[in-house]
């Protein structure tokens, strides 16, 4: 039956513990309490090791509790705000996914935003190492996570460090996981010299203007906030040309 119901629904992230810290369903169910929280639904009911979290209406699974068996370490190639010496192989995973009728749905902001509140709840739970954000392949501090998506749910930019990837080569900057939200990635192409700190920042600021306005199928200049205009042009369906004017 479990297996019946997670069918199409690819983990949207997974939460690391260290060996034998995963937590109960019933620690879930005490972090869930409070006006930030969640509720959880059908406590009784629900297999054992999960969790059906629900906010603003919205369901998502939280699967690989204990004492159920842990859950597939995900890949995760970008670190942020991790130590060196830090190995995701030693650590125990839990997985996070939309509900059954999100199905389909989890790219869409409004359903992002809720994921987004209710694992920033999560990061307070005892014995929590990582965050692993499936769609970038990222994996980061627990407080990191919080501060990037608090300081978004609160008004603020899109945490382009923390729900994509922003890789740098030799020549300039490549997004990863924003395909998920927009369809498309990114190469934001380095004046010369190689990528800088002001490439970085419009980078940034790139991600945050293409998740509000979506798509670019047709080649534009776009002014960005603090950092000045760029030519977006498309590359096939799925990939944006991006070079400083």
Known sequence: MVIERAAGREPLAALLFGRDDRPAADAVADLAVGPDGF???NARQAPQGQAELLRDG???DLAGLAP????DLPAAVHRVALSNDFN???LEATSFRVGPHLAGAEHLLPVLRVAAAI????TQLKGLQAIVWRPARIVMSPAWFAEAVGVWLAGGPFPALALTALVRNQSGIESEGLGFLTGQEFTLHARAGGPNREDSRIAVRLTDWLVTHGRVD????VVLAGVGAVWIEPDGGSRLNVAPR
Do not use: G, Y
């Open 39 to 41: 509720s959880i639904l």
């Open 68 to 71: 159920a068996p842990k859950q």
């Open 218 to 221: 047709a080649a534009r200049e």
């Open 88 to 90: 995701c192989d030693s």
């Open 58 to 60: 919205l369901t998502f």
């Open 119 to 122: 694992l920033r709840h999560l």
